[in-house]
Nanobody, 123 residues
């Protein structure tokens, strides 16, 4: 069982930056694919970014060039650096872990989920 705890959310003005962190339990973190998803009120949860066990990354088109996903295997932590934030980025952001290490775009491919952290971007 893997436990994921997100942190770093908050209120920021448009154009600002935030860095989200997701700390994972367990000794096999380096073999997991890690993803970030988000959900706004009234909308389905959507893919944001993912990083596989081999440090390959992928992004949703809506965040490409503004967000960067990274991981520190020594700290069992994955990060999401969010720059040039827009009001439409406002959502609850969730961290997820994939046992197979692929860092997929589909939420059904993930085995473990965090509780989420709220990001609010004011205009």
């Amino acid at each position: 069982q893997v436990q994921l705890v997100e942190s770093g959310g908050g209120l920021v003005q448009a154009g600002g930056s935030l860095r989200l962190s997701c700390a994972a339990s367990g000794r096999t973190f380096r073999s997991y694919g890690m993803g970030w998803f988000r959900q706004s009120p009234g909308k389905e949860r959507e893919f944001v970014a993912a990083i596989d066990w081999n440090l390959g990354s992928r992004y949703a088109d809506s965040v490409k060039g503004r967000f960067t996903i990274s991981r520190d295997n020594a700290k069992n932590t994955v990060y999401l650096q969010m720059n040039s934030l827009k009001p439409e980025d406002t959502a609850a952001y969730y961290c997820a872990a994939d046992r197979w290490g692929t860092g997929a775009r589909e939420e059904g491919d993930y085995d473990y989920w965090g509780q989420g952290t709220q990001v609010t971007v004011s205009s």
